[in-house]
Antibody, heavy 122, light 109 residues
């Protein structure tokens, strides 16, 4: 079964750090680019970061640039998000999502994890 | 602009047809994808590309696009289709790699 399982969420104080993990199974992880997407309580989806299959291309949303770092370990079938200088507005459920590219440039998020909650509060 | 705009809420009578729209400059260059999210669950991809459904998605879901507007149509809406629906696409502005719409809450009456 194709599956993504996030972990590492929790309660952290403003200014603190947290590292999220996403374990992939049931597919060839090293062949797919991956993303982190978050959803604040009662709000919509917000794309956070993208990493290509070989880690050669990385993008961030402006809201997290300079504070978050995406990485992956293809040998361990794992995706990570290092979150530093956390703010209250980073409070959200964080999902990892697989990219399905089609055509030349289009893509979609075809597999999602169940999410892990991050709460930034004193 | 890197925004995708959706109506916040739409309703449809059971068994009728409903169209959910998504507008944005990025849609002139890229196809939209559509996701269904039920309370407490992760989003699920229902439509991508010109009009493609992943395996397991009922054929009552379809997609279309014209100019800067993408549409998700549910033909013969069922009670289980009540959910939030989000569009997303690549971002043509160059500000971000991907962009999401604000979401549409679909109520099936």
């Amino acid at each position: 079964e194709v599956q993504l399982v996030e972990s590492g969420g929790g309660l952290v104080q403003p200014g603190g750090s947290l590292r999220l993990s996403c374990a992939a199974s049931g597919f060839t992880f090293s062949s797919y680019s991956m993303n982190w997407v978050r959803q604040a309580p009662g709000k919509g989806l917000e794309w956070v970061s993208y990493i290509s299959s070989s880690s050669s291309t990385i993008y961030y949303a402006d809201s997290v640039k300079g504070r978050f770092t995406i990485s992956r370990d293809n040998a361990k079938n794992s995706l990570y998000l290092q979150m530093n200088s956390l703010r209250a507005e980073d409070t959200a459920v964080y999902y990892c999502a697989r990219t399905k590219f089609y055509g030349d440039y289009d893509g979609a998020f075809d597999i999602w994890g169940q999410g892990t909650m991050v709460t930034v509060s004193s | 602009s890197s925004e995708l705009t959706q109506d916040p809420a739409v309703s449809v009578a059971l068994g009728q047809t409903v169209r959910i729209t998504c507008q944005g400059d990025s849609l002139r260059s890229y196809y939209a994808s559509w996701y269904q999210q039920k309370p407490g669950q992760a989003p699920v991809l229902v439509i991508y590309g010109k009009n493609n459904r992943p395996s397991g998605i009922p054929d009552r879901f379809s997609g279309s696009s014209s100019g800067n507007t993408a549409s998700l149509t549910i033909t013969g809406a069922q009670a289980e289709d009540e959910a939030d629906y989000y569009c997303n696409s690549r971002d043509s502005s160059g500000n971000h790699f991907w962009v999401f719409g604000g979401g549409t809450k679909l109520t099936v009456l």
